[in-house]
């Protein structure tokens, strides 16, 4: 599955073929869940999408501050004080 470029990138992902999404997606992977790098790669080319362990390494390396900038920064909002018991661990 050849997949083409987009005209209009974030300037973050140019000089990469692939899409945005699939860049985004293998270092979420690899980050997110106890996935060793040639886990992540085969779960992306079972989608067809033909990418080497190095390269989602250099994807986790590159990408990998601006993602958790970006989840912070989401994630930043006002803490309450106020507790539900569905929150609580005792």
Known sequence: ???????????????HHLPAEVIAHAPWLYFQFPLS????EGLLAAREIIVS?????????KFGRTFTKEIRRRSSGPL?????????VV
């Open 80 to 88: 309450g004080d106020k507790w539900y018991l569905d929150e609580v």
């Open 1 to 15: 599955m050849r997949m083409t470029a987009v005209k209009d990138r974030d300037p973050l992902y140019r000089h």
């Open 37 to 40: 790098l040639w886990m992540v």
């Open 53 to 61: 362990h190095q390269t989602i390494q250099q994807w986790a390396e």
